[in-house]
């Protein structure tokens, strides 16, 4: 059974910097692209970033420049350092396996850990 714990959250002040990390086992964990999602309040949930068994990542356009996404395949971790935090950036965070479909896009495998939840002040 796959089990994601995220931690690493917390309140930051804009500016400030968090790093987020997630634990994996259930899985082979080398075998599975890894990404990190948020739910802001009365939002759907998005894809922040993601990161192929190959190490390629990937953000989105909001989070570009200031995200990065590192995964160490003998710790079974994927991490989100998150440098330049907004307002805008406060969301509970997720990670999970993805899973590639035939058209190239990305999509939850459906396992869900607990999120941490990073709030940022203004």
């Known amino acids: 059974q796959v089990q994601l714990v995220e931690s690493g959250g917390g309140l930051v002040q804009a500016g400030g910097s968090l790093r987020l990390s997630c634990v994996a086992s259930?899985?082979?964990?080398?075998?599975?692209?890894m990404g990190w999602y948020r739910q802001a309040p009365g939002k759907q949930r998005e894809l922040v970033a993601r990161?192929?068994?190959?190490?390629?990542?990937n953000y989105v356009d909001s989070v570009k420049g200031r995200f990065a996404i590192s995964r160490d395949n003998a710790k079974n971790t994927v991490y989100l350092q998150m440098n330049g935090l907004k307002p805008e950036d406060t969301a509970v965070y997720y990670c999970s396996t993805l899973i590639r479909l035939y058209s190239g896009s990305y999509v939850p495998s459906g396992s869900w850990g607990q999120g941490t939840q990073v709030t940022v002040s203004s």
């Open positions: 990161i192929t068994t190959g190490g390629s990542a």
């Open positions: 259930g899985i082979i964990f080398s075998a599975n692209d």
